[in-house]
């Protein structure tokens, strides 16, 4: 039986989907924006901002689920410029320095809201 998760402190869906759904003990995150949940809006800086607040992000929902990052096995990112990888990598390399999950990383023609970047996440507990 699946079940929603849902936080205030990550930010709010902008279409008809959940931020999160688990079943049978694995968490699927919906793809996170680098939007401050506080404000609404993207934080400010570039690709390795929006990076570490998509993570954040992720963060807040994994704990709402009563996961942590330990828990991410697979992630998937979109990028607007793969221009931006090397950043987008260096800041992804911050939150996950041990036993990092696997990931697939692609250029994207566009992501909602013009972002920079969007993480997707599955984790298992």
């Given amino acids: 039986m699946k079940k929603i998760i849902h936080t205030s402190k990550a930010p709010q869906a ?16 919906s793809g996170q924006l680098g939007v401050d ?6 934080v400010t800086g570039g690709i390795r901002e929006q990076t570490l607040q998509v993570l954040k992000n992720i963060e807040t929902i994994l704990m709402s689920g009563g996961y942590t ?27 996950y320095e041990e036993k990092p999950p696997a ?15 969007e993480i997707e996440t599955i984790a298992v507990r």
């Fill in 103 to 117: 990931r697939a990383a692609f250029e994207v023609a566009r992501l909602p809201l013009d972002a920079l970047v």
């Fill in 14 to 29: 902008i279409g008809p989907y959940s931020q999160a759904v688990e079943v049978n003990g694995m968490l699927f995150i």
């Fill in 37 to 42: 949940p506080e404000t609404g809006r993207f």
């Fill in 69 to 95: 990052r330990e828990d991410v096995v697979k992630s998937t990112v979109y990028l607007k410029d793969m221009n931006d990888f090397r950043e987008m990598n260096e800041a992804y390399a911050s939150f």
